[in-house]
């Protein structure tokens, strides 16, 4: 008889947690609801008059590789905001990926090739985060190719300084100060590591669907094959200063 009355005051606990956390709505499966609707609500990115960006402004970054879009993935098993390019060839303006560039060192309130910046999420986040990444360690690397992971940090260090550079090799040099331009490619270099930011072709299922994974890896055309295929696609050759910038490694700002 103890034993059954134990049993039914443990079970009116439950009974009681259970609806304390609805009415809190902390509840798993509401709360990854709850997230859900908030990583796809629209948001109204910056207008960037004559293509220039301002730092502060919401903005989004297509990979040139991918076709898809710099974005936040939420991971409760790890804790961390892992960064995935979405698999799809466009996206409508979302929470999930649009960013706020900061400014690390710069001249003026515009975006200028040479400059450091930051990559930081919108105010809608629960959190402050920043793209972000360290030196590949063991243990410690993107989960499908193994290179240098890249993730979203809410932790603020020199992890987290990107410097950004013009795509085009030939240009590279007599850009550095001027502005950066809406629909412009460019490349995004980790200061820490020296490595460059990319979007693989490797996919793999989450909760938003097949996405690619994005890291820090520093892709060089080999041999001839490379740089004729680029010349003939009406992309800047190689030269003596530096070698051409592969597609992986090439970012465009979308608003």
């Not at 920043?130 to 979203?152: D, H």
């Not at 041999?223 to 800047?236: H, R």
Request: charged content about 20%; proline content about 5%; hydrophobic content about 35%.
């Amino acid at each position: 008889m103890g034993n059954w009355s134990e049993d039914l005051e443990s079970h009116e606990e439950k009974f009681k947690d259970y609806m304390r956390k609805k009415d809190e709505n902390a509840l798993k499966i509401t709360g990854a609801a709850d997230r859900l609707d908030l990583t796809f609500s629209a948001i109204e990115r910056a207008p960037c008059p004559d293509g220039i960006i301002h730092y502060g402004a919401m903005i989004g970054l297509h990979s040139e590789h991918t076709g898809g879009s710099l974005c936040c993935d939420p991971d409760e098993r790890s804790g961390v905001f892992a960064c995935t390019s979405s698999a799809q060839a466009s996206q409508l303006p979302t929470v999930r990926n649009t960013f706020r560039i900061l400014q690390h060192e710069g001249q003026d309130d515009i975006i200028r090739y040479g400059e450091k910046i930051k990559l930081n999420t919108i105010p809608k986040f629960d959190q402050d985060l920043c793209l972000s990444s360290e030196r590949l360690v063991p243990g410690f690397a993107s989960p499908l190719t193994k290179n240098q992971m890249v993730v979203f940090s809410p932790y603020s260090t020199f992890n987290n300084v990107w410097e950004i550079l013009c795509a085009d090799s030939m240009r590279r040099y007599e850009t550095q100060g001027m502005p950066v331009l809406v629909g412009e490619r460019f490349i995004l270099k980790h200061c820490f590591t020296n490595v460059f930011l990319a979007g693989m072709p490797n996919t793999y299922p989450n909760e938003f669907g097949n996405e690619h994974e994005v890291c820090c890896l520093t892709f060089k055309n080999k041999g001839k094959n490379g740089p004729i295929a680029a010349e003939f696609a009406g992309k800047a050759g190689p030269t003596v200063l530096a070698p051409t910038c592969v597609d992986n490694n090439v970012w465009v700002f979308h608003n």
